[in-house]
């Protein structure tokens, strides 16, 4: 019986170090596959929309389109010879909640951020108004603004969601009237969401640009590699002209 030699093969240092290189690099890849994945799981669904609150009526607003009404808004007025009364007011379903600012709704600008450490109320006014014999009074945070956010608290299969809506109000002798612009929610429960985001932050070009700022070429060669193809691309025009394996 012929034996197998068991003697270990000799390779050239430079041999050597190229493989456990690419052991670095295959196990770095499958560790930045993981970290790009679980960033893909995060989303943002955003509804553009333009959807008119008018005098005397309800409007639902179902922010993940599931056939659950999680707020409705109701524009109330009622007028006299010489007076009238109106009001802007926002509730939620049971357990959900909007951004608050003392009892009433806050306005919130863009680049907010809407979480678990916000204070939420589940029902109150966005704005008011009142009029008597030629004078006129109104009040809140809702009057007379363009571009403005609610931070919004709401519930998926028993889990919490945050999500804004952009509205448009105005208001005068009448009464109030508004326009849904927009709303958007985020799919991760519990997880935070910015007034005005309609997408997840893009963070790859930036993985990119901090592994090519690195001092040595073979811990940049690791940091690409583990952005999987848009890396290897990167790798390839950084290797010189000439260049053997």
Same mark, same amino acid.
């Given at each position: 019986?012929?034996?197998?030699?068991?003697?270990? =093969?000799?390779?050239?240092?430079?041999?050597?170090?190229? $493989?456990?290189?690419?052991?670095?690099?295959?196990?770095?890849?499958?560790?930045?596959?993981?970290?790009?994945?679980?960033? #893909?799981?995060?989303?943002?669904?955003?509804?553009?929309?333009?959807?008119?609150?008018?005098?005397?009526?309800?409007?639902?607003?179902?922010?993940?389109?599931?056939?659950? +009404?999680?707020?409705?808004?109701?524009?109330?007025?009622?007028?006299?010879?010489?007076?009238?009364?109106?009001?802007?007011?926002?509730? %939620? #379903?049971?357990?959900?909640?909007?951004?608050?600012?003392?009892?009433?709704?806050?306005?919130?600008?863009?680049?907010?951020?809407?979480?678990?450490?916000?204070?939420?109320?589940?029902?109150? #006014?966005?704005?008011?108004?009142?009029?008597?014999?030629? +004078?006129?009074?109104?009040?809140?945070?809702?009057?007379?603004?363009?571009?403005?956010?609610?931070?919004?608290?709401?519930?998926?299969?028993?889990?919490?969601?945050?999500?804004?809506?952009?509205?448009?109000?105005?208001?005068?002798?009448?009464?109030?009237? %508004?326009?849904?612009?927009?709303?958007?929610?985020?799919?991760?429960?519990?997880?935070?969401?910015?007034?005005?985001?309609?997408?997840?932050?893009?963070?790859?070009?930036?993985?990119?640009?901090?592994?090519?700022? $690195?001092?040595?070429?073979?811990?940049?060669? $690791? %940091?690409?590699?583990?952005? %999987?193809?848009?890396? $290897? =691309?990167?790798?390839?025009?950084?290797?010189?002209?000439?260049?053997?394996?």
């Amino acid at each position: 019986m012929r034996r197998t030699s068991k003697t270990p =093969s000799h390779f050239p240092p430079s041999t050597h170090q190229r $493989l456990n290189m690419y052991a670095m690099s295959a196990t770095a890849a499958a560790v930045g596959t993981l970290a790009l994945t679980r960033r #893909a799981e995060a989303r943002i669904i955003y509804t553009p929309s333009h959807v008119r609150i008018s005098q005397n009526s309800t409007i639902p607003l179902d922010l993940n389109h599931d056939g659950i +009404s999680d707020f409705s808004f109701s524009d109330f007025y009622a007028g006299w010879t010489n007076s009238g009364v109106g009001a802007l007011v926002l509730k %939620g #379903a049971p357990g959900n909640g909007f951004w608050a600012s003392t009892n009433s709704a806050a306005a919130l600008p863009a680049g907010v951020r809407v979480g678990p450490k916000g204070q939420f109320r589940g029902y109150g #006014a966005m704005a008011n108004m009142f009029q008597t014999f030629g +004078s006129f009074v109104s009040w809140g945070p809702w009057v007379n603004v363009k571009r403005r956010y609610l931070g919004l608290k709401f519930s998926i299969r028993g889990k919490i969601h945050f999500g804004w809506a952009r509205l448009n109000v105005t208001n005068g002798h009448g009464g109030f009237s %508004g326009t849904i612009t927009g709303y958007a929610y985020e799919t991760i429960p519990n997880k935070a969401i910015i007034t005005g985001n309609t997408h997840e932050p893009d963070d790859q070009q930036q993985s990119v640009s901090a592994c090519l700022a $690195l001092h040595s070429e073979e811990p940049t060669m $690791l %940091g690409v590699l583990a952005l %999987g193809a848009p890396g $290897l =691309s990167i790798w390839r025009r950084k290797e010189p002209v000439g260049s053997t394996q």
